[in-house]
């Protein structure tokens, strides 16, 4: 498609010579032509790039420019993929983010620049590096697909660094993975804090990191709306200790972004440019809003820019999202966030291999996780039964209206998933259309045009034609 286009405007002479020579046509038109556009964005973005050059200035006087800019912008983000040296996910590309982050934020401390030495639980506690290992409930890492990390924060005086090696489930396995971020601390109440992400390749040996190179990297936005992404470990995953310092991570974590709504990203997103918050009436957008609204609660929103099967884990089964209204739920949030705490470690490590089975069906984990503290003595019965009841709801549920412990139960698949996604098409749809919608209705048409022109006829026709060929002729 886009040799094609270029061999157009090579014949049409649309060249950016021809700057000046924006169509005439009045703002309604305009409008619908936008509107248009905004059906095929891909395939629309190059004509679109071209009308923007011509007719911006026009744009700014005729009141059309934020219809054109919007759609022109939401075109734009189609180019940044994997395909297009955008792996990453950020609007600049792969290369441009990792040599504009400032020098040594992103270089492993000396200690690493091997890999993960032998001794790094006494390297971390000599240290004083707050150390975690733990098994992700979520994200199979490359390339033998390892659910276990062991992630350190070294903490610096501007910079903290976040870098999780992922650790061998099988020890025959040489793991390869390290996620990096370098997150900068904000400097005074008005600045917000800037993470910087990246991900080092091991050898066929673990030895010898290699910062991954463009078009190689995962895309860190998909899943980390929010610059750093809240530790969720499989419960037991992580020993006594590592749950103190998971406690701290978290707080750290919280803390970067407390009250100031969101992070800055430095240029390399504009996540407000990505759509309406996603959850409007699932109760997401009171958080997650890009840092609208009430700054306490405020973080990243969700958009079309992230990973499907985040969200949903994020409700149907780690089930902590919307984050849990109830006391009694989010009691049972934290009798799992506490286990390591109630178990010996001997005990702990048990634990976690009866967890093992559950790892596909996460849904049924908290049960097995219930039944076995339940089995090995560590809880009452009453409690028990609490903790199922919190869990599986009423037995009628919902056929239990006249009672009062009719409720519904945390592990009852809830319909804000389905519904979210079935109305989202929709809101992004007349998000992205919405300023010219506006100029559907005003009394808009007459025509302004800044720049006179001889040629008008003919560039309006083919540029007319061009959205014809481009858009395989059949959108008109
Ligand atoms: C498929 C989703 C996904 C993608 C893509 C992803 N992450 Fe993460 N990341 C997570 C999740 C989930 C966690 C939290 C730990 C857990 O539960 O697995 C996390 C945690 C981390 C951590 C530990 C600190 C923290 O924020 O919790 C680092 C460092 C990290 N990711 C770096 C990266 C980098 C760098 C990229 C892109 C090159 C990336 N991630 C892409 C899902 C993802
Ligand atoms: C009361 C505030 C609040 C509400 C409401 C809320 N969230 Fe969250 N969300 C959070 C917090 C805090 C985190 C980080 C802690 C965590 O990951 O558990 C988070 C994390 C997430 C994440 C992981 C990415 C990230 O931002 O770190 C997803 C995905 C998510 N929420 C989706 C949703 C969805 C979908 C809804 C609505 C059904 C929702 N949330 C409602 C506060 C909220």
């Known amino acids: 498609m886009k040799a094609l286009s ?179 601390k904000p400097e005074g109440p008005n600045d917000k804090a800037t993470p910087y992400f990246t991900q080092y390749w091991r050898d066929g040996n673990s030895r010898n990191p290699k910062m991954r190179t463009s078009g190689s990297f995962d895309n860190c936005y998909s899943c980390h709306p929010n610059g750093m992404r809240e530790l969720s470990p499989e419960p037991g995953s ?67 820019r992230h990973d499907r099967g985040h969200i949903r884990h994020k409700m149907t089964e780690d089930k902590t999202m919307p984050v849990s209204m109830l006391p009694m739920e989010k009691s049972f949030l934290d009798f799992m966030d506490n286990i390591p705490n109630v178990l010996t470690e001997a005990e702990r490590q048990q634990f976690s291999r009866a967890m093992l089975p559950y790892k596909r069906n996460q849904g049924a984990m908290y049960d097995a996780a219930v039944k076995w503290m339940s089995e090995n003595g560590k809880i009452t019965d009453e409690e028990k039964q609490r903790y199922s009841f919190i869990l599986n709801g009423h037995p009628n549920y919902p056929a239990c209206e006249d009672q009062p412990d009719c409720y519904k139960g945390l592990k009852r698949f809830n319909k804000y998933y389905e519904e979210m996604m079935e109305q989202y098409p929709d809101q992004l749809k007349a998000w992205r259309t919405e300023h010219c919608q506006d100029l559907l209705t005003e009394e808009q048409d007459h025509s302004v045009n800044d720049s006179g022109r001889a040629t008008e006829g003919f560039i309006e026709r083919a540029t007319d034609f061009i959205d014809g060929v481009i858009n395989g002729g059949s959108e008109r």
Not at 269 to 292: R, T
């Open 238 to 304: 992580y020993s006594a200790e590592g749950a103190q310092n998971l406690d701290y991570m978290r707080e750290a974590m919280t803390n970067y972004t407390a009250g100031r709504g969101s992070v800055d990203w430095g240029g390399a997103l504009h996540p407000e440019e990505y759509g309406p918050p996603m959850g409007q009436a699932q109760g997401c957008v009171k958080c997650h809003n890009n840092g609208d609204g009430m700054h306490e609660f405020s973080r990243g929103a969700i958009t079309g």
């Open 6 to 184: 270029l061999f157009l405007i090579a014949i049409f002479g649309l060249s950016p010579a021809y700057g000046a020579s924006c169509p005439e046509k009045t703002p309604k038109q305009w409008a619908e032509y936008f509107i248009q556009r905004s059906e095929n964005l891909a395939s629309s973005l190059r004509p679109l790039e071209e009308i923007w050059e011509d007719c911006g200035a026009t744009f700014e006087l005729n009141g059309v420019k934020a219809c054109a800019e919007r759609v022109l912008k939401s075109a734009r983000q189609t180019q940044y993929t994997r395909y297009n040296g955008h792996s990453m996910g950020w609007e600049v590309s792969d290369t441009d983010y990792i040599s504009s982050v400032p020098d040594g934020y992103l270089d492993l401390p000396r200690e690493f620049k091997d890999g993960l030495p032998a001794n790094y639980q006494e390297l971390a506690r000599e240290k004083g590096w707050k150390m975690v290992e733990y098994r992700s409930r979520t994200v199979p890492n490359p390339p033998y697909g390892s659910f276990s990390r062991v992630l350190f924060l070294i903490e610096g005086e501007k910079v903290d660094k976040w870098i999780q090696f992922t650790l061998p489930e099988d020890p025959n396995n040489k793991e390869r993975l390290i996620d990096f971020i370098a997150l900068e």
